[in-house]
C-alpha cells in the first residue's frame, strides 16, 4: 500500500479508530506507512512516509528511537515510559510505548501502541471494540505478513484470529469460541509463560516469547514452538484486548537445541571412562528434552540382566538425570531382569517407545522395578535407545516423560538419538582404555607378593589404583621372608602413571628382592637401596623411584627388631600400643631417590616394635590433598590414625578405614601395617 492508501476491508484509514494511538513504522531509515486516528491527534507532526529520527528528533525522544530500532533492525520488541505534551494533552503525564516487531511488505517492521498511563478506568461493555471490526480493522493491513495475528479477551480468551496457522505456522493449533490460549501452551513452558503475561499485562514489558503450542484443540496432540509477540490494548488505563503476532520457530528451535546439546557435551571427546561420558549425556538432556535420563551397561555374559555402569546402586547420578520433584530411583534389586521392551531393543539394536496414560505403564512390558517407578512418577512414556559400539549393544539409554507431561514428539526423539550416536566414539575409546587398564592392573597385582603367615604377628597390605581410565602407577610394595624367619617389608612409588611405570617397577622389585636376600643375616636396608641405586642407573631401569626398605628381625620376647632406610619417601608411621602415633625420621629429610644421580651414603636406623605397635608404610597418593601440600596429608594422617588407635580395631579394619583418605583418586595407593603379638582378626 501506498503512503495514504486505504486498506482493502477496513471502513476508513489504514488503522482505523481506536481507543489506542497505533502506527506501523518500516523501511530503513524507519518511516511511518500508515497510523489511525488517536496517534495523529497524538503525534500530528509525524506525517505518513517522514523517517522517525526526523518526526522524533531531539534527545528527549531517543528511547522512543531506540525502542524502534530494536524492533526494526534486531526484531526485538520493547517497552518505553516517558513524558512529553503533545497537542491533545497539554499536561505533563506518564506515556508507554510498546514496540512489536513485526513484517511488512516483505521487510521488518513495528506496530507501535501509544497510549498514557494514568487514564481512569473505564470497566463498561461498551468500552471494548467488537471482535469482528478489529479483525477486518488488522486483516488488510497485515494481510501479506507470514505470521498469525490474533486478538484476546482479558480474560484469555481468543476471540478471534487472523492468517491460518495451517499455511503460514506448520499446521498450529488455532482456538475455537471460548478456548483459553494457556490451555494450548505445554505445561512445562505453562508457570513461567503465565509470569511473563501478567508483567506485560501490569504495563512491566512487552511480552517476546518462544513457546510450546498444541498444533490443535486435541488434548493428546503434538506442540510446536512459536514466537509470541504480544501487548495489551488499554482503554482509560484497563486492558480491553490483546493484540499479538505468533510466528513459527520450530524448526529454528531445533537447530538451536541441537547447537546447545552439543555445546553442552564439549566434554564427551575427554571423558576418563564410560561412566563420565554417560554423566555428560544425562546433564545435557535433562530437562529440555525428557524428565529422567538413565544408563544401564549390558553385559553380554548374562544376557538377560542389566547393571548400573560401575555399581548397582541407582543412587550413584554418574549415569542419572532426574528432573526436580522426580522420585528418587530405587536400588536395582539381586534378581533384576529386564521387560520383553528392552530386550528387543538389545536384539534389534532398534529404539522402542512405549507410550500411555499418566502413571499407568504397561506392567507386561517392562520389569517391576521400571513399572513401580514410572507408576510413581505420573510418567507418560518410556523411550529406550540401544547405545551400539561395533555392531554391539554395550548399554541402553532409558528416557521418560514424567509428572504428566506429554510424550516427547518425533523430532525430540530424533533429537536424541542423534545426542546418543556422538557417544559411540568417546565410549569405544573409554572401553578400549578401560580395557587396557584393566590388563595393566592385573599385570600390576600379579607382581604384588602374597602375604606370608607369621606367627605371633599380622600383617596386611592394600593396592588402590588411580581412578581414571587406562592410567596404572608405579606402586608397589613386596613382603619377603627370609631364611633366618627375617621379614623384609618394601613400598616405593615409581614415577609416571603408565604400564612402562609398572614394568618398570617389577624389574626394580625384583633386583630389590635379590639383593635382600642375598644380603643374608647380615644384611642392611641402607647398603641394599645403596647397591640398587647404582644397578638401576646403570640399566637405566627408570628416572626416578622412592622407596622405604626395612628388614624386621624377630626377637625372644616377642618384639621385634627394625632396621629402615628410606630413599626419599613418605616417612613411616609407628602406632604404638600405647601412646600417640608419630613419624619415623632419621634428620631433617629422607635420603635422596633413587636414580636422582647422585652417589651418597645411604643411612638406616633401628626401631624396636612391642606387642601390639602397629608399623605403617605407604605411598604419597594416601596423603595427598589436592591444592594442599604434603605436610597437611601428613598432618591428616597423623590424627586419623590417632582416632583409630583409640577405637581398637584389627589390623585389617585399619587398612580399610585408611585407604578412605585417598580423596584424591588420581594417584595409585599402597599400604603395609604390620603388629607384632596380633593375629589377623
Given amino acids: 500500500m501506498d503512503e495514504r492508501e486505504t486498506a482493502p476491508g477496513c471502513a476508513g484509514g ?35 512516509g517522514q523517517p522517525a529520527d526526523d518526526a522524533l528528533a531531539g534527545e528527549d525522544w531517543e528511547p522512543v528511537r531506540s525502542a524502534l530500532r530494536r524492533a526494526v533492525g534486531a526484531n526485538t520488541a520493547s517497552l518505553v515510559e516517558f513524558p512529553f505534551l503533545s497537542a491533545k494533552h497539554t499536561d505533563e503525564e506518564p506515556w508507554m510505548v510498546r514496540c512489536m516487531p513485526t513484517v511488512w511488505g516483505g521487510g521488518p517492521a513495528a506496530l507501535l501502541l501509544v497510549s498514557p498511563r494514568s487514564q481512569s478506568a473505564d470497566r463498561r461493555a461498551g468500552s471494548t471494540f467488537e471482535a469482528e471490526s478489529l479483525v477486518r480493522r488488522y486483516e488488510a493491513l497485515l494481510s501479506a505478513i507470514p505470521q498469525t495475528v490474533w486478538l484476546m479477551s482479558p480474560k484469555g480468551e481468543v476471540t478471534g484470529l487472523v492468517g491460518t496457522f495451517g499455511s503460514t505456522a506448520g499446521g498450529l493449533w488455532h482456538a475455537g469460541e471460548g478456548d483459553e490460549w494457556m490451555a494450548a501452551v505445554h505445561p512445562k513452558d505453562r508457570e513461567w509463560f503465565e509470569r511473563e503475561w ?251 607378593a602374597a602375604l606370608p603367615d607369621i606367627d605371633d604377628a599380622a600383617i596386611e597390605a592394600a593396592y588402590q589404583p588411580a581412578d581414571t581410565a587406562a592410567e596404572v602407577g608405579g606402586d608397589w610394595y613386596d613382603v619377603t621372608t627370609m631364611a633366618d624367619k627375617t621379614l623384609a617389608l618394601t613400598i616405593g612409588d615409581i614415577a609416571g602413571h603408565d604400564l612402562a611405570a609398572a614394568t618398570a617397577m617389577a624389574r626394580v622389585n625384583s633386583i630389590l628382592k635379590g639383593l635382600a636376600c642375598d644380603g643374608g643375616p647380615a644384611a642392611c636396608p641402607a647398603r641394599t637401596l645403596a647397591h640398587l641405586d647404582g644397578i638401576t642407573q646403570a640399566l637405566q631401569i627408570t628416572p626416578l623411584a622412592t622407596v622405604v626398605h626395612a628388614l624386621l628381625r624377630p626377637q625372644f620376647d616377642h618384639s621385634w627388631e627394625a632396621t629402615i632406610s628410606n630413599a626419599g619417601h613418605p616417612p613411616p608411621l609407628l602406632i604404638p600400643a600405647d601412646g600417640r602415633p608419630h613419624y619415623l625420621r632419621l634428620g631433617e629429610s629422607p635420603d635422596p631417590p633413587l636414580g636422582a644421580g647422585t652417589r ?57 578405614e585408611l585407604l578412605t583418605l585417598a580423596t584424591d583418586r588420581h594417584d595409585d595407593v599402597a599400604v603395609i601395617a604390620f603388629r607384632p603379638d596380633r593375629p589377623q582378626h
Fill in 14 to 48: 489504514g488503522l482505523l479508530e481506536s481507543v489506542s494511538a497505533m502506527a506501523l513504522v518500516a523501511g530503513e531509515p524507519a518511516r511511518l506507512v500508515d497510523r489511525n486516528r488517536a496517534f495523529e491527534a497524538v503525534f500530528g507532526y509525524w506525517e505518513v
Fill in 600 to 656: 651418597t651414603r645411604r643411612n638406616a636406623w633401628h626401631q624396636r616394635l612391642r606387642s601390639g605397635d602397629t608399623l605403617l608404610l605407604y605411598t604419597d597418593g594416601l596423603v595427598e590433598v589436592p591444592g594442599k601440600d604434603l605436610d597437611a596429608g601428613l598432618d591428616r594422617l597423623l590424627q586419623r590414625t590417632d582416632q583409630l588407635r583409640a577405637q581398637d580395631l584389627s589390623l585389617a579394619d585399619i587398612v580399610s
Fill in 198 to 448: 501478567a508483567a506485560t499485562a501490569r504495563g512491566e514489558a512487552v511480552l517476546d516469547a518462544v513457546v510450546r503450542v498444541r498444533r490443535k484443540a486435541a488434548p493428546d496432540s503434538k506442540f510446536r514452538h512459536v514466537r509470541i509477540v504480544a501487548v495489551p490494548v488499554i482503554h482509560r488505563g484497563v486492558v480491553t484486548e490483546w493484540i499479538g503476532t505468533v510466528t513459527d520457530t520450530e524448526d529454528l528451535w531445533r537447530a538451536r537445541m541441537r547447537e546447545r546439546l552439543l555445546a553442552r557435551m564439549a566434554a564427551l571427546p575427554a571423558a576418563r571412562d564410560p561412566s563420565e561420558a554417560f554423566r555428560i549425556i544425562a546433564a545435557a538432556v535433562v530437562p529440555d528434552l525428557v524428565d529422567a535420563f538413565v544408563v544401564f551397561y549390558h553385559s553380554p555374559e548374562q544376557t538377560r540382566q542389566a547393571f548400573l555402569l560401575g555399581r548397582r546402586d541407582t543412587s550413584d547420578t554418574a549415569r542419572t538425570a532426574l528432573a526436580p520433584g522426580l522420585p528418587p530411583l530405587p536400588p536395582i534389586p539381586a534378581d533384576f531382569e529386564l521387560g520383553p521392551v528392552a530386550e528387543r531393543a538389545i536384539t534389534d539394536r532398534y529404539p522402542a517407545l512405549l507410550l500411555f496414560p499418566p502413571g499407568d505403564p504397561p506392567p507386561e512390558q517392562m520389569s517391576g522395578t521400571s513399572f513401580e517407578w514410572l507408576r510413581e512418577a505420573s510418567a507418560t512414556s518410556l523411550f529406550i535407545v540401544p547405545v551400539v559400539v561395533d555392531n554391539r549393544t554395550v548399554a541402553l539409554a532409558a528416557a521418560a516423560s514424567c509428572r504428566g507431561n506429554p510424550p516427547p514428539d518425533k523430532a525430540d526423539l530424533q533429537l536424541l538419538e542423534d545426542v546418543l550416536h556422538h557417544v559411540s566414539g568417546p565410549l569405544r575409546l573409554s572401553m578400549e582404555l578401560q580395557a587396557a587398564r584393566d590388563t595393566s592392573l592385573a599385570l600390576q597385582q600379579s607382581f604384588l
